[in-house]
């Protein structure tokens, strides 16, 4: 069965300073891994996927994420982050059966 | 920009009663999930649909949870009777179709159960 981990439930960082969320997956077969974002009492929003080719992936809003498929982790990323970001992020993977799962959620702070 | 419709964005209800939810998708969209996320954790999937079949719906308790996507457009999403532990949000997504492509949701029905 496939899964997905976010070992922090929090992350805190400044304005400004770069930020990492970290997420790795377990899955048989070709991994193709996703991050949502999800701004209290709303729905997801998709930020970036990977499915394969380039590593490194860009999304919205200035985010990234590398795949790392020797250490199976897909963590997102931003060179400098704003107060606006703060939000609940999630990791997911999707199967060959194409279910997607999703971790339990790492809650993005940032400080002005 | 095409969104996935929801409704009621809010829900409150007395345990044992029944309540529906409604999901209209992306046009266009064949494949429709429902997903059920508690407070502070990740969503999980209750139903998936392709076209008007279900694909997937082992985690839905089937003894209190149905739904259907009658022609293969919009879902319907009920609980009766419910119960306390029903309290969560009800999410709603779709896709183009089962492959690699990225699910759009909707913003959501938050039920609470008194």
């Known amino acids: 069965a496939q899964s997905v981990a976010q070992p922090e439930d929090q992350v805190n960082v400044a304005e400004g300073n770069p930020l990492t969320v970290k997420c790795t997956y377990s899955?048989?077969?070709?991994?193709?891994l996703f991050w949502y974002v999800q701004y209290p009492n709303r729905g997801l929003q998709f930020l970036l996927k990977y499915i394969t080719g380039d590593n490194l992936v860009k999304g919205s809003y200035g985010f990234e994420a590398e795949f790392n498929k020797s250490q199976t982790s897909f963590h997102l990323k931003k060179p400098s982050a704003l107060v606006s970001d703060s939000a609940l992020y999630f990791c997911?993977?999707?199967?060959?059966?194409?279910?997607?799962?999703f971790g339990g959620g790492t809650r993005l702070m940032v400080k002005p | 920009e095409a969104e996935v419709a929801q409704s009621p964005r809010y829900k409150i209800t007395e345990k044992s009663q029944a309540v529906a939810f409604w999901c209209d998708p992306i046009s266009g969209h064949a494949t429709l999930y429902w997903y059920r996320q508690i407070l502070g954790q990740g969503p999980e999937l209750l139903v998936q649909f392709q076209d008007e079949s279900v694909v997937d719906d082992s985690q839905l308790p089937k003894d209190r949870f149905s739904a259907e996507r009658l022609k293969g457009v919009d879902s319907t999403l009920k609980i009766q009777p419910a119960e306390l532990g029903d309290s969560a949000m009800y999410l709603c997504?779709?896709?183009?179709?089962?492959?690699?492509?990225?699910?759009?949701f909707g913003e959501g029905s938050r039920l609470t159960v008194l």
């Open positions: 997504a779709s896709s183009f179709n089962r492959g690699t492509g990225e699910l759009f």
């Open positions: 899955v048989s077969g070709n991994p193709y």
């Open positions: 997911a993977v999707r199967d060959a059966g194409n279910m997607l799962t």
